[in-house]
């Protein structure tokens, strides 16, 4: 009888555990909104390195929402140019002349989106008022430093 006994409590003992646990996860409060158009990650970096003001940051946030609409498309091309691309490895023979194209392919589509970044920026930069514009000088500079890398040692 004793097992028994504890068996039951150990059952009921879970099923509050499992009621409290959902009742938690439905009860408590919205997180705040994170990716493109929460401000979440990079943006809110940005927004917070500027010193952006809440007309501004909404500014900033459909800035990220058009860059988000152009780069989409452009990501997934440079997705599927890459995949064409590497599985002409699997050919006995590789066609240079086609590699030679899809290569040239991905240049423009990385030009494309290399536009976009800057456009973004570009657009970011006229928000800015006149007190901000050293921030987002700051800000450019290091972007760069992220994009240049570090030279580090050699595989």
């Known amino acids: 009888m004793e097992?028994?006994?504890?068996?039951?409590?150990?059952v009921i003992a879970l099923f509050i555990l499992n009621l409290a646990t959902i009742g938690f996860m439905l009860l408590r409060p919205p997180m705040p909104p994170g990716g493109r158009s929460?401000?979440?990650?990079?943006?809110?970096v940005i927004a917070d390195r500027l010193?952006?003001?809440?007309?501004?940051?909404e500014q900033f946030r459909a800035?990220?929402?058009?860059?988000?609409?152009q780069l989409h498309p452009l990501n997934v091309k440079?997705?599927?140019?890459y995949t064409t691309y590497y599985i002409l490895l699997r050919a006995e023979r590789v066609?240079?002349?086609?590699?030679?194209?899809?290569?040239?392919?991905?240049?423009?589509?990385?030009?494309?989106?290399a536009q976009v970044n800057f456009r973004h920026f570009q657009?970011?930069?006229?928000?800015?008022?006149p007190g901000q514009q050293a921030d987002f000088g700051q800000l450019?500079?290091?972007?760069?430093?992220?994009?240049?890398?570090?030279?580090?040692?050699?595989?």
């Open 51 to 57: 010193h952006l003001d809440a007309d501004q940051r």
């Open 63 to 69: 800035l990220q929402d058009e860059r988000h609409e």
């Open 3 to 10: 097992r028994t006994k504890f068996l039951t409590i150990a």
């Open 140 to 155: 450019m500079g290091d972007l760069t430093k992220i994009h240049k890398g570090s030279p580090g040692p050699r595989p």
């Open 95 to 113: 066609d240079t002349a086609r590699a030679n194209a899809i290569s040239r392919q991905i240049g423009q589509n990385q030009q494309a989106i």
């Open 123 to 129: 657009q970011l930069k006229t928000i800015c008022r």
């Open 78 to 81: 440079a997705g599927d140019l």
């Open 38 to 44: 929460g401000m979440g990650g990079p943006g809110a």
